[in-house]
Protein backbone atom coordinates (compact mmCIF):
# COMPACT_ATOMS: atom_id res chain seq x y z
CA UNK A 1 0.00 0.00 0.00
CA UNK A 2 1.36 3.49 -0.65
CA UNK A 3 2.14 5.53 1.93
CA UNK A 4 -0.28 8.07 3.35
CA UNK A 5 -3.16 6.46 1.02
CA UNK A 6 -6.19 5.42 2.50
CA UNK A 7 -6.22 1.77 2.51
CA UNK A 8 -9.61 1.82 0.49
CA UNK A 9 -8.37 4.30 -1.87
CA UNK A 10 -5.13 2.69 -2.52
CA UNK A 11 -6.75 -1.11 -2.96
CA UNK A 12 -8.49 0.67 -6.19
CA UNK A 13 -6.17 -0.65 -8.96
CA UNK A 14 -4.99 1.49 -11.92
CA UNK A 15 -8.02 0.63 -14.52
CA UNK A 16 -6.10 -0.15 -17.65
CA UNK A 17 -4.49 -3.48 -15.05
CA UNK A 18 -8.36 -4.30 -14.61
CA UNK A 19 -9.45 -7.67 -16.41
CA UNK A 20 -12.95 -5.90 -16.15
CA UNK A 21 -11.53 -2.38 -18.30
CA UNK A 22 -10.34 -4.80 -20.79
CA UNK A 23 -13.10 -6.43 -21.85
CA UNK A 24 -15.39 -3.51 -21.69
CA UNK A 25 -12.87 -1.70 -24.51
CA UNK A 26 -13.44 -5.41 -26.58
CA UNK A 27 -16.97 -5.38 -26.21
CA UNK A 28 -17.03 -1.95 -27.33
CA UNK A 29 -15.26 -2.24 -30.42
CA UNK A 30 -17.31 -5.27 -31.50
CA UNK A 31 -20.50 -3.94 -31.05
CA UNK A 32 -23.18 -2.60 -33.25
CA UNK A 33 -22.59 1.30 -34.08
CA UNK A 34 -25.08 1.50 -36.37
CA UNK A 35 -28.21 2.01 -34.60
CA UNK A 36 -29.77 -1.44 -35.31
CA UNK A 37 -31.93 -1.87 -32.21
CA UNK A 38 -33.75 1.19 -30.42
CA UNK A 39 -32.55 2.20 -27.06
CA UNK A 40 -34.58 4.69 -25.34
CA UNK A 41 -34.25 5.56 -21.85
CA UNK A 42 -37.03 7.26 -19.44
CA UNK A 43 -35.98 9.50 -16.52
CA UNK A 44 -37.28 11.94 -14.47
CA UNK A 45 -39.63 13.22 -17.78
CA UNK A 46 -36.74 13.08 -19.85
CA UNK A 47 -36.15 10.78 -22.56
CA UNK A 48 -32.76 9.43 -23.37
CA UNK A 49 -32.17 7.83 -27.15
CA UNK A 50 -28.95 6.34 -26.64
CA UNK A 51 -29.46 4.28 -30.36
CA UNK A 52 -26.26 5.31 -31.84
CA UNK A 53 -24.21 4.49 -29.52
CA UNK A 54 -22.10 1.46 -29.14
CA UNK A 55 -24.30 -1.43 -27.96
CA UNK A 56 -24.62 -4.56 -27.78
CA UNK A 57 -25.51 -7.20 -24.99
CA UNK A 58 -21.97 -8.46 -24.44
CA UNK A 59 -20.85 -5.04 -23.65
CA UNK A 60 -24.45 -4.28 -21.57
CA UNK A 61 -22.92 -7.05 -19.40
CA UNK A 62 -19.41 -5.97 -19.67
CA UNK A 63 -20.30 -2.08 -18.26
CA UNK A 64 -22.38 -4.23 -15.49
CA UNK A 65 -19.14 -6.03 -14.67
CA UNK A 66 -17.19 -2.79 -14.62
CA UNK A 67 -19.53 -1.09 -11.99
CA UNK A 68 -19.23 -3.59 -10.08
CA UNK A 69 -15.43 -4.12 -9.92
CA UNK A 70 -15.70 -0.19 -9.30
CA UNK A 71 -17.89 -0.38 -6.20
CA UNK A 72 -20.58 1.41 -7.96
CA UNK A 73 -23.24 0.32 -5.24
CA UNK A 74 -21.72 1.61 -2.49
CA UNK A 75 -20.08 4.29 -3.78
CA UNK A 76 -23.54 5.25 -5.26
CA UNK A 77 -24.91 4.90 -1.80
CA UNK A 78 -21.35 7.00 0.06
CA UNK A 79 -22.83 9.84 -2.01
CA UNK A 80 -26.32 10.07 -1.94
CA UNK A 81 -25.60 9.59 1.84
CA UNK A 82 -23.25 12.21 2.62
CA UNK A 83 -20.43 10.02 3.33
CA UNK A 84 -16.66 10.92 2.01
CA UNK A 85 -16.92 11.22 -1.29
CA UNK A 86 -14.65 13.94 -2.04
CA UNK A 87 -11.65 12.21 -0.39
CA UNK A 88 -8.72 14.91 -1.32
CA UNK A 89 -11.00 17.42 1.10
CA UNK A 90 -12.33 14.88 3.62
CA UNK A 91 -15.99 15.69 3.08
CA UNK A 92 -19.24 14.52 1.40
CA UNK A 93 -20.35 16.10 -2.56
CA UNK A 94 -24.04 16.32 -0.37
CA UNK A 95 -25.90 18.18 -3.31
CA UNK A 96 -28.78 15.60 -3.59
CA UNK A 97 -29.36 16.68 -0.01
CA UNK A 98 -29.91 20.12 -0.97
CA UNK A 99 -32.95 19.73 -3.11
CA UNK A 100 -34.33 16.31 -1.64
CA UNK A 101 -38.30 16.96 -0.52
CA UNK A 102 -37.04 15.77 2.80
CA UNK A 103 -33.43 16.53 3.14
CA UNK A 104 -31.40 13.65 4.71
CA UNK A 105 -31.56 14.09 8.77
CA UNK A 106 -28.30 14.94 9.40
CA UNK A 107 -28.76 18.06 7.20
CA UNK A 108 -32.52 18.53 7.27
CA UNK A 109 -32.69 21.33 9.30
CA UNK A 110 -30.34 23.56 8.64
CA UNK A 111 -31.34 22.54 4.63
CA UNK A 112 -35.36 23.56 5.21
CA UNK A 113 -34.27 26.96 7.31
CA UNK A 114 -32.36 28.57 4.58
CA UNK A 115 -34.54 27.18 1.85
CA UNK A 116 -37.56 29.13 3.73
CA UNK A 117 -35.40 31.98 4.39
CA UNK A 118 -34.82 32.19 0.77
CA UNK A 119 -38.35 32.45 -0.10
CA UNK A 120 -39.44 34.66 2.66
CA UNK A 121 -36.40 37.37 1.40
CA UNK A 122 -38.28 36.54 -2.07
CA UNK A 123 -41.55 37.69 -0.77
CA UNK A 124 -40.53 40.55 1.38
CA UNK A 125 -38.96 42.19 -1.60
CA UNK A 126 -41.72 41.49 -3.70
CA UNK A 127 -44.44 42.66 -1.63
CA UNK A 128 -42.30 45.49 -0.96
CA UNK A 129 -41.81 46.09 -4.51
CA UNK A 130 -38.78 48.38 -3.57
CA UNK A 131 -35.97 46.61 -6.65
CA UNK A 132 -36.15 46.77 -10.40
CA UNK A 133 -33.45 45.58 -10.64
CA UNK A 134 -31.15 42.92 -9.56
CA UNK A 135 -27.05 42.80 -10.10
CA UNK A 136 -25.79 39.72 -9.29
CA UNK A 137 -21.73 39.29 -8.67
CA UNK A 138 -20.05 35.72 -8.81
CA UNK A 139 -18.01 33.58 -10.89
CA UNK A 140 -17.86 30.28 -11.98
CA UNK A 141 -20.64 27.93 -9.66
CA UNK A 142 -22.02 30.77 -8.10
CA UNK A 143 -22.53 32.34 -11.71
CA UNK A 144 -22.83 29.55 -14.16
CA UNK A 145 -26.01 28.06 -12.97
CA UNK A 146 -28.69 31.43 -12.01
CA UNK A 147 -27.69 32.48 -15.55
CA UNK A 148 -28.34 29.42 -17.35
CA UNK A 149 -31.42 29.04 -15.53
CA UNK A 150 -32.84 32.79 -15.55
CA UNK A 151 -32.12 32.82 -19.31
CA UNK A 152 -33.19 29.55 -20.02
CA UNK A 153 -36.69 30.52 -17.82
CA UNK A 154 -36.52 33.84 -18.44
CA UNK A 155 -36.77 34.39 -22.35
CA UNK A 156 -40.22 36.30 -22.36
CA UNK A 157 -39.39 38.50 -19.37
CA UNK A 158 -38.40 38.49 -15.72
CA UNK A 159 -39.94 40.02 -12.62
CA UNK A 160 -36.91 42.46 -12.37
CA UNK A 161 -34.19 43.28 -14.98
CA UNK A 162 -30.96 41.17 -14.01
CA UNK A 163 -27.45 41.81 -14.67
CA UNK A 164 -24.99 39.21 -14.00
CA UNK A 165 -21.43 40.08 -13.16
CA UNK A 166 -18.85 37.53 -13.67
CA UNK A 167 -15.61 38.74 -15.09
CA UNK A 168 -12.94 40.44 -13.42
CA UNK A 169 -12.42 42.35 -16.43
CA UNK A 170 -13.74 46.08 -15.68
CA UNK A 171 -15.83 46.09 -18.21
CA UNK A 172 -18.53 43.43 -17.21
CA UNK A 173 -18.90 45.78 -13.62
CA UNK A 174 -19.51 48.39 -15.72
CA UNK A 175 -21.76 46.56 -18.15
CA UNK A 176 -23.42 45.01 -15.33
CA UNK A 177 -24.47 48.88 -13.61
CA UNK A 178 -24.33 50.89 -16.24
CA UNK A 179 -28.13 52.12 -16.90
CA UNK A 180 -29.44 51.12 -13.90
CA UNK A 181 -30.73 53.54 -10.75
CA UNK A 182 -28.11 52.74 -7.58
CA UNK A 183 -31.52 53.57 -5.51
CA UNK A 184 -33.54 50.57 -7.12
CA UNK A 185 -30.95 48.01 -7.61
CA UNK A 186 -30.62 45.24 -5.08
CA UNK A 187 -26.77 43.43 -5.51
CA UNK A 188 -26.45 39.91 -4.58
CA UNK A 189 -23.15 38.86 -3.90
CA UNK A 190 -22.45 35.17 -4.50
CA UNK A 191 -18.96 33.21 -3.43
CA UNK A 192 -18.53 30.14 -1.67
CA UNK A 193 -15.51 30.79 0.15
CA UNK A 194 -16.14 34.71 -0.12
CA UNK A 195 -12.35 35.37 -0.75
CA UNK A 196 -12.77 34.94 -4.95
CA UNK A 197 -10.48 37.53 -6.10
CA UNK A 198 -13.09 38.56 -8.90
CA UNK A 199 -15.90 38.39 -7.03
CA UNK A 200 -14.75 41.01 -4.08
CA UNK A 201 -13.17 43.80 -6.40
CA UNK A 202 -16.70 43.59 -8.31
CA UNK A 203 -18.68 43.70 -5.26
CA UNK A 204 -16.34 46.77 -4.22
CA UNK A 205 -16.86 48.20 -7.18
CA UNK A 206 -20.67 47.86 -7.14
CA UNK A 207 -20.76 49.16 -3.05
CA UNK A 208 -18.89 52.25 -4.30
CA UNK A 209 -21.62 53.03 -7.47
CA UNK A 210 -23.84 53.18 -4.59
CA UNK A 211 -21.90 55.40 -2.29
CA UNK A 212 -21.84 57.43 -5.14
CA UNK A 213 -25.38 57.82 -5.70
CA UNK A 214 -25.88 59.54 -2.02
CA UNK A 215 -27.01 56.18 -0.68
CA UNK A 216 -26.61 56.30 2.54
CA UNK A 217 -26.33 52.74 4.15
CA UNK A 218 -25.43 51.06 0.94
CA UNK A 219 -25.10 47.67 2.41
CA UNK A 220 -28.67 47.74 2.99
CA UNK A 221 -28.66 47.02 -0.48
CA UNK A 222 -26.29 44.09 -0.66
CA UNK A 223 -27.11 40.43 0.30
CA UNK A 224 -24.49 37.89 0.42
CA UNK A 225 -24.66 34.22 -0.40
CA UNK A 226 -21.53 31.82 0.83
CA UNK A 227 -20.58 28.96 2.57
CA UNK A 228 -18.31 31.61 4.85
CA UNK A 229 -20.88 33.82 6.55
CA UNK A 230 -18.41 35.09 8.84
CA UNK A 231 -16.20 36.53 6.03
CA UNK A 232 -19.62 38.32 4.55
CA UNK A 233 -20.04 39.64 8.05
CA UNK A 234 -16.40 41.29 8.19
CA UNK A 235 -17.00 42.72 4.88
CA UNK A 236 -20.26 44.00 6.31
CA UNK A 237 -23.09 42.53 5.34
CA UNK A 238 -25.65 42.27 8.19
CA UNK A 239 -26.37 38.77 9.53
CA UNK A 240 -30.22 38.78 8.27
CA UNK A 241 -28.78 39.68 4.79
CA UNK A 242 -26.51 36.40 4.29
CA UNK A 243 -27.52 33.23 3.30
CA UNK A 244 -25.89 30.35 3.74
CA UNK A 245 -25.00 27.01 1.71
CA UNK A 246 -22.47 24.35 3.53
CA UNK A 247 -18.85 22.86 2.18
CA UNK A 248 -20.11 19.65 1.05
CA UNK A 249 -21.51 21.28 -1.90
CA UNK A 250 -19.21 21.95 -3.99
CA UNK A 251 -19.47 25.47 -6.04
CA UNK A 252 -20.51 23.66 -9.65
CA UNK A 253 -23.13 21.76 -7.81
CA UNK A 254 -24.23 24.74 -5.76
CA UNK A 255 -27.17 26.26 -7.65
CA UNK A 256 -29.37 23.95 -5.11
CA UNK A 257 -28.50 25.96 -2.69
CA UNK A 258 -29.09 29.62 -1.52
CA UNK A 259 -26.96 30.51 -4.86
CA UNK A 260 -30.79 29.96 -6.64
CA UNK A 261 -31.57 33.24 -4.89
CA UNK A 262 -31.38 34.96 -8.19
CA UNK A 263 -33.51 32.57 -9.61
CA UNK A 264 -35.99 33.55 -7.11
CA UNK A 265 -35.87 36.92 -7.58
CA UNK A 266 -35.99 36.81 -11.57
CA UNK A 267 -38.52 34.11 -12.01
CA UNK A 268 -40.27 33.81 -8.39
CA UNK A 269 -40.09 31.11 -6.00
CA UNK A 270 -41.79 28.46 -7.64
CA UNK A 271 -39.78 28.34 -10.28
CA UNK A 272 -36.45 27.90 -7.95
CA UNK A 273 -39.04 24.88 -6.56
CA UNK A 274 -40.03 23.42 -9.90
CA UNK A 275 -35.69 23.10 -10.88
CA UNK A 276 -35.35 21.40 -6.83
CA UNK A 277 -37.86 18.99 -8.08
CA UNK A 278 -36.73 18.07 -11.29
CA UNK A 279 -33.40 17.10 -9.99
CA UNK A 280 -34.66 15.45 -7.11
CA UNK A 281 -36.49 13.43 -9.31
CA UNK A 282 -33.34 11.78 -11.36
CA UNK A 283 -31.98 11.65 -8.39
CA UNK A 284 -34.74 9.27 -7.19
CA UNK A 285 -34.04 7.32 -10.70
CA UNK A 286 -30.63 7.90 -10.36
CA UNK A 287 -30.99 5.83 -6.77
CA UNK A 288 -33.57 3.28 -7.82
CA UNK A 289 -33.27 2.33 -12.07
CA UNK A 290 -32.02 -1.00 -12.70
CA UNK A 291 -28.17 -0.23 -14.36
CA UNK A 292 -29.94 -1.55 -18.35
CA UNK A 293 -32.37 1.06 -17.78
CA UNK A 294 -30.81 4.52 -15.42
CA UNK A 295 -30.09 7.13 -17.56
CA UNK A 296 -26.99 8.79 -16.03
CA UNK A 297 -24.97 5.16 -15.99
CA UNK A 298 -25.93 4.64 -19.63
CA UNK A 299 -24.74 7.80 -20.49
CA UNK A 300 -21.59 7.50 -18.12
CA UNK A 301 -20.80 3.98 -19.93
CA UNK A 302 -21.42 5.34 -23.71
CA UNK A 303 -18.67 8.33 -22.85
CA UNK A 304 -16.53 5.81 -21.40
CA UNK A 305 -16.60 3.37 -24.71
CA UNK A 306 -16.32 6.92 -27.03
CA UNK A 307 -13.28 8.42 -25.04
CA UNK A 308 -11.20 5.52 -24.36
CA UNK A 309 -12.58 3.02 -26.54
CA UNK A 310 -12.88 5.06 -29.70
CA UNK A 311 -10.31 7.00 -28.81
CA UNK A 312 -12.80 11.00 -29.17
CA UNK A 313 -11.17 13.56 -27.10
CA UNK A 314 -13.89 15.79 -26.90
CA UNK A 315 -17.82 15.94 -26.44
CA UNK A 316 -20.14 18.27 -28.54
CA UNK A 317 -22.97 19.64 -26.55
CA UNK A 318 -26.12 21.00 -29.01
CA UNK A 319 -29.11 22.05 -27.31
CA UNK A 320 -31.59 22.74 -30.13
CA UNK A 321 -33.30 25.67 -27.82
CA UNK A 322 -32.25 28.89 -28.12
CA UNK A 323 -32.71 29.87 -24.51
CA UNK A 324 -29.85 26.76 -23.20
CA UNK A 325 -27.59 29.52 -24.71
CA UNK A 326 -25.65 28.88 -21.48
CA UNK A 327 -26.01 25.30 -20.89
CA UNK A 328 -22.90 24.32 -22.84
CA UNK A 329 -20.84 26.73 -20.30
CA UNK A 330 -22.15 25.37 -17.16
CA UNK A 331 -21.59 21.58 -18.42
CA UNK A 332 -18.09 22.54 -19.61
CA UNK A 333 -17.86 23.67 -15.82
CA UNK A 334 -19.49 21.06 -14.42
CA UNK A 335 -17.45 18.20 -16.91
CA UNK A 336 -14.13 19.61 -17.24
CA UNK A 337 -13.50 21.25 -13.66
CA UNK A 338 -14.88 17.40 -12.15
CA UNK A 339 -12.72 15.48 -14.89
CA UNK A 340 -9.49 17.25 -16.00
CA UNK A 341 -7.24 14.87 -13.48
CA UNK A 342 -3.95 13.03 -13.95
CA UNK A 343 -3.67 11.05 -10.80
CA UNK A 344 -6.40 8.23 -9.70
CA UNK A 345 -7.93 8.38 -5.99
CA UNK A 346 -4.51 6.51 -4.99
CA UNK A 347 -2.29 9.17 -6.12
CA UNK A 348 -0.86 7.29 -9.01
CA UNK A 349 -0.88 8.88 -12.62
CA UNK A 350 -4.22 7.40 -14.59
CA UNK A 351 -3.72 4.99 -16.97
CA UNK A 352 -6.55 6.14 -19.36
CA UNK A 353 -7.14 9.68 -20.73
CA UNK A 354 -10.01 10.98 -18.58
CA UNK A 355 -12.31 13.65 -19.46
CA UNK A 356 -13.45 14.77 -22.84
CA UNK A 357 -13.28 18.87 -23.87
CA UNK A 358 -16.87 20.00 -23.63
CA UNK A 359 -17.47 22.49 -26.45
CA UNK A 360 -20.76 23.33 -28.64
CA UNK A 361 -23.26 25.80 -28.85
CA UNK A 362 -27.52 26.34 -29.38
CA UNK A 363 -28.90 24.40 -33.12
CA UNK A 364 -28.84 25.69 -35.57
CA UNK A 365 -26.49 28.01 -35.30
CA UNK A 366 -24.02 25.58 -34.69
CA UNK A 367 -24.95 23.69 -37.77
CA UNK A 368 -23.48 26.62 -39.07
CA UNK A 369 -20.51 27.20 -37.40
CA UNK A 370 -18.85 23.57 -36.84
CA UNK A 371 -20.86 21.32 -38.11
CA UNK A 372 -18.62 20.89 -41.09
CA UNK A 373 -16.03 19.51 -38.60
CA UNK A 374 -18.17 17.06 -37.00
CA UNK A 375 -19.11 15.74 -40.41
CA UNK A 376 -16.09 15.29 -42.28
CA UNK A 377 -13.43 16.50 -39.68
CA UNK A 378 -11.00 13.23 -39.39
CA UNK A 379 -11.80 12.88 -35.73
CA UNK A 380 -15.07 14.19 -34.92
CA UNK A 381 -17.23 13.99 -31.73
CA UNK A 382 -19.59 12.29 -30.06
CA UNK A 383 -22.64 14.79 -29.43
CA UNK A 384 -25.07 15.27 -27.33
CA UNK A 385 -28.18 16.81 -29.07
CA UNK A 386 -31.03 17.87 -26.80
CA UNK A 387 -34.53 19.08 -27.55
CA UNK A 388 -38.27 19.98 -26.68
CA UNK A 389 -40.90 18.01 -27.49
CA UNK A 390 -43.14 20.85 -27.37
CA UNK A 391 -42.31 24.41 -27.75
CA UNK A 392 -43.24 27.61 -25.49
CA UNK A 393 -43.35 30.02 -28.46
CA UNK A 394 -46.78 30.30 -31.02
CA UNK A 395 -44.36 29.21 -34.33
CA UNK A 396 -45.35 25.82 -34.72
CA UNK A 397 -43.37 25.56 -38.04
CA UNK A 398 -40.43 27.24 -36.45
CA UNK A 399 -40.38 23.96 -33.81
CA UNK A 400 -41.54 21.68 -36.86
CA UNK A 401 -38.29 23.38 -38.78
CA UNK A 402 -36.05 22.57 -35.65
CA UNK A 403 -37.05 19.44 -35.14
CA UNK A 404 -36.25 18.59 -38.77
CA UNK A 405 -33.16 20.11 -38.22
CA UNK A 406 -31.98 18.29 -35.67
CA UNK A 407 -32.95 14.73 -36.30
CA UNK A 408 -31.20 15.23 -39.95
CA UNK A 409 -28.04 16.43 -37.98
CA UNK A 410 -28.13 13.56 -36.27
CA UNK A 411 -28.90 10.95 -38.54
CA UNK A 412 -26.61 12.65 -40.73
CA UNK A 413 -23.94 12.33 -38.54
CA UNK A 414 -24.77 7.88 -38.48
CA UNK A 415 -25.63 7.36 -41.63
CA UNK A 416 -22.84 9.21 -43.35
CA UNK A 417 -22.52 9.18 -47.45
CA UNK A 418 -20.35 7.14 -49.18
CA UNK A 419 -17.64 7.94 -52.40
CA UNK A 420 -19.50 5.53 -54.29
CA UNK A 421 -23.05 6.31 -53.55
CA UNK A 422 -21.87 9.83 -54.36
CA UNK A 423 -20.61 8.86 -57.09
CA UNK A 424 -23.77 7.25 -59.13
CA UNK A 425 -25.34 10.28 -57.97
CA UNK A 426 -23.01 12.48 -59.58
CA UNK A 427 -22.75 10.84 -62.69
CA UNK A 428 -25.91 11.63 -63.46
CA UNK A 429 -24.83 15.48 -63.49
CA UNK A 430 -21.35 15.16 -64.96
CA UNK A 431 -20.38 14.38 -68.11
CA UNK A 432 -16.73 13.64 -67.16
CA UNK A 433 -16.48 10.52 -65.16
CA UNK A 434 -13.26 11.81 -63.55
CA UNK A 435 -14.80 14.95 -61.93
CA UNK A 436 -17.84 12.91 -60.69
CA UNK A 437 -15.21 10.38 -58.56
CA UNK A 438 -13.31 13.53 -57.87
CA UNK A 439 -16.11 15.38 -56.05
CA UNK A 440 -17.68 12.21 -54.65
CA UNK A 441 -14.22 12.41 -52.16
CA UNK A 442 -15.10 15.65 -51.02
CA UNK A 443 -18.53 14.98 -50.53
CA UNK A 444 -18.09 11.95 -48.73
CA UNK A 445 -19.80 11.80 -45.50
CA UNK A 446 -17.48 8.64 -43.01
CA UNK A 447 -20.99 8.22 -40.58
CA UNK A 448 -21.03 6.15 -37.75
CA UNK A 449 -20.24 9.45 -35.66
CA UNK A 450 -22.13 8.35 -32.21
CA UNK A 451 -24.34 10.77 -30.78
CA UNK A 452 -27.23 11.07 -28.03
CA UNK A 453 -30.96 12.56 -28.17
CA UNK A 454 -32.34 13.91 -25.06
CA UNK A 455 -35.92 14.79 -25.17
CA UNK A 456 -37.47 17.31 -22.88
CA UNK A 457 -40.98 17.45 -22.77
CA UNK A 458 -40.90 21.32 -22.99
CA UNK A 459 -38.37 23.71 -20.90
CA UNK A 460 -40.32 23.83 -17.63
CA UNK A 461 -37.98 24.08 -14.02
CA UNK A 462 -38.72 20.64 -13.57
CA UNK A 463 -37.24 19.67 -16.80
CA UNK A 464 -33.94 21.85 -16.33
CA UNK A 465 -33.51 20.70 -13.57
CA UNK A 466 -34.13 16.91 -14.29
CA UNK A 467 -31.22 17.78 -17.01
CA UNK A 468 -28.57 19.28 -14.95
CA UNK A 469 -29.17 16.16 -12.24
CA UNK A 470 -28.16 13.74 -15.23
CA UNK A 471 -25.16 15.05 -16.39
CA UNK A 472 -23.85 15.58 -12.35
CA UNK A 473 -24.73 12.27 -11.81
CA UNK A 474 -22.78 10.46 -15.42
CA UNK A 475 -19.79 12.89 -14.33
CA UNK A 476 -19.85 10.81 -11.20
CA UNK A 477 -20.61 7.42 -12.80
CA UNK A 478 -17.53 8.07 -15.13
CA UNK A 479 -15.33 9.82 -12.15
CA UNK A 480 -15.83 6.96 -10.34
CA UNK A 481 -15.12 4.15 -13.22
CA UNK A 482 -11.67 6.46 -14.10
CA UNK A 483 -10.49 6.12 -10.14
CA UNK A 484 -10.30 9.77 -10.38
CA UNK A 485 -11.80 12.36 -7.57
CA UNK A 486 -14.61 14.77 -9.64
CA UNK A 487 -15.11 16.75 -6.67
CA UNK A 488 -11.90 19.02 -6.27
CA UNK A 489 -10.51 21.25 -8.61
CA UNK A 490 -6.99 21.77 -7.18
CA UNK A 491 -5.48 22.62 -11.09
CA UNK A 492 -7.77 25.73 -10.86
CA UNK A 493 -5.90 27.02 -6.85
CA UNK A 494 -2.22 26.97 -8.46
CA UNK A 495 -2.89 29.92 -11.06
CA UNK A 496 -4.85 31.62 -8.81
CA UNK A 497 -1.52 31.64 -6.18
CA UNK A 498 0.37 33.15 -8.81
CA UNK A 499 -1.89 35.90 -9.85
CA UNK A 500 -2.15 37.31 -6.11
CA UNK A 501 1.65 37.56 -6.49
CA UNK A 502 1.97 39.03 -9.93
CA UNK A 503 -0.79 41.22 -9.11
CA UNK A 504 1.18 42.29 -6.15
CA UNK A 505 4.44 42.76 -8.48
CA UNK A 506 2.31 44.93 -10.67
CA UNK A 507 1.12 47.29 -7.81
CA UNK A 508 5.15 47.55 -6.97
CA UNK A 509 4.65 45.98 -3.83
CA UNK A 510 6.83 42.60 -4.55
CA UNK A 511 10.00 41.86 -6.19
CA UNK A 512 9.58 40.49 -10.02
CA UNK A 513 11.40 37.15 -9.28
CA UNK A 514 11.54 33.49 -10.02
CA UNK A 515 9.24 33.99 -13.24
CA UNK A 516 10.06 32.70 -16.43
CA UNK A 517 11.65 35.17 -19.15
CA UNK A 518 8.38 35.64 -20.54
CA UNK A 519 6.28 36.36 -17.45
CA UNK A 520 9.53 38.61 -16.32
CA UNK A 521 9.21 40.50 -19.42
CA UNK A 522 5.37 41.78 -19.21
CA UNK A 523 5.81 41.79 -15.62
CA UNK A 524 8.39 44.28 -16.15
CA UNK A 525 6.30 46.52 -19.21
CA UNK A 526 3.34 46.71 -17.10
CA UNK A 527 4.69 47.37 -13.86
CA UNK A 528 6.95 49.99 -15.28
CA UNK A 529 4.17 52.82 -15.87
CA UNK A 530 2.35 50.86 -17.90
CA UNK A 531 -0.88 50.25 -15.43
Not at 225 to 235: E, I, L
Request: aromatic letters at 8%; hydrophobic letters at 45%; proline letters at 5%.
Amino acid sequence: MQEGVPAYLASVAPLAETAEWRAFVEAAHRADRRAGTLRVVEAAGLSVDLSTQAQSDELSAAGASLLAARDFEASRARLLEGGIANCTENRAAWHTALRAEEPPGRVAGRVLAERDRVRAFVRHVDAEGRYDSVVHIGIGGSDWGPKLVVAALGYAGTRRQMRFVSNIDGHAIEAGLIGLDPRRTLVVVSSKSFGTTETLHNADCALRWLREAGIADPWSQVVAVTANPDAARDMGVAPERIFTFWDWAGGRYSVWSAIGLPIALALGAEALDGLLQGAAAMDVHFSTAPLAANAPVQLALAGLANRNAFGYASLNIAPYDARLVHLVPYLQQLEMESLGKSVDLGGRPVTVPTGPVVWGMPGTDGQHTFFQWLHQGPEGAPVDFIICREADHPYPEHHRLLVANCLAQREALLRGKSAPVLEAELAAKESDPARAAWLARHKMHPGGRPSTLIVLPRLSAHALGALLALYEHKVFVQGLVWGINPYDQWGVEYGKVLATGIARELAGKGAADGHDASTAYWVAQWGNGGM
